[in-house]
């Protein structure tokens, strides 16, 4: 079986990518299960190959806020190792079973050394983010409450078909930028419609179609 062909790859030889990947480590994650946590020592990057992951920061006050989610062909971890303080920004958590390819930091720093590819790929991967935090702002900015929840609702339905979203309404509210009796109070109103149905830590959108409506 071929393996995914992901942005981290892109624009390297076929030796080129045989070799750097001689270099990683395959690793799988169950649903739920953590990465690492925010403050742990970072000694690894990680390239996404299949499945979601959540990026919560803890603030000052304790609260633990969802930045966005992670899927294939994404790579998180690399700030922790690009910092001389060495720790990780934020926690990882698989939102479905994941595979990622990892890359320790001593593998890193030398293809950095040896390959400008390394630099170029990390300066258009802080481009995209920083163009998916502008996007989140102007949604802030200029949607209400509630379609900023049924848009993230609608985008939790392509990561965990055909299963329930498994995400607490914290979470969904820390996405949607919005609190969680908002969330509690859109969910109420969207199960009385019939839009979906909640569970124990878990929604179920029963109509895609009146969903995306309201979004």
Known sequence: MPMPQVGFFNGLSDDQERELRTMMTRRRFERGEVVFHQGDPGASLHVIESGWFLVQVLTSTGDKVGMRIEGP???FGELAMLDSNGRRTATIRALRPAVTMSLES???HRLRNENVWIDRYLVALLVRRVE???DQLAETAWLSA????CR???RLVEIFTPDPIYLKQAE?????QTTRPTVSSVLGEL???????????????LDRAKLR???
Do not use: C, M, P, Y
């Open 73 to 75: 062909g994404d790579v």
């Open 106 to 108: 001593e593998h890193f």
């Open 132 to 134: 998916r935090l502008t």
């Open 146 to 149: 509630e379609k900023r929840v």
């Open 152 to 154: 993230q609702l609608d």
């Open 172 to 176: 969904i509210a820390s996405l949607a």
């Open 191 to 205: 199960a009385k419609a019939d839009i979906l149905r909640t569970g124990r830590g878990s929604v179920e959108v």
């Open 213 to 215: 409506h309201r979004a």
